[in-house]
């Protein structure tokens, strides 16, 4: 049975920083695509970063390249998400998700097969 604990969350200033971590366990990082989903008051949950089952490589929404980084220790079943120069427009849940034999993740937030984590809450406020 596969598993999602997600923390790391916070209240943080714009421009400050946040590492969000997700330990897993029950799958196997080659059988499942895996990442970072967000959820803004009132808003769609949409793909934030992912990585690919398949090669590793890594998916970010456009509102987050050059900010945001996706990583992984395969030793420690945790993927992490680095969060830095963060805007208000951030806010909102983040959610770390999987499914098997999915490639490119991020732009399936619907998908029935979907896994989530509970949740963990990050505010970005003055």
């Known amino acids: 049975q596969v598993q999602l604990v997600e923390s790391g969350g916070g209240l943080v200033q714009p421009g400050g920083s946040l590492t969000l971590s997700c330990v897993v366990s029950?799958?196997?990082?080659?059988?499942?695509?895996i990442g970072w989903f967000s959820q803004a008051p009132g808003k769609e949950r949409e793909g934030v970063s992912c990585i690919s089952r398949r090669d590793g490589s890594t998916y970010y929404a456009d509102s987050v390249k050059g900010r945001f980084s996706i990583s992984r220790n395969n030793a420690k079943n945790t993927l992490y998400l680095q969060m830095n120069s963060l805007k208000p427009e951030d806010t909102g849940v983040y959610y770390c998700a999987t499914a098997p034999l999915i490639e490119r993740l991020c732009v399936w937030p619907n998908l029935p097969t979907m896994m989530w984590g509970q949740g963990t809450q990050v505010t970005v406020s003055s």
């Open positions: 029950g799958l196997t990082w080659d059988y499942y695509g």
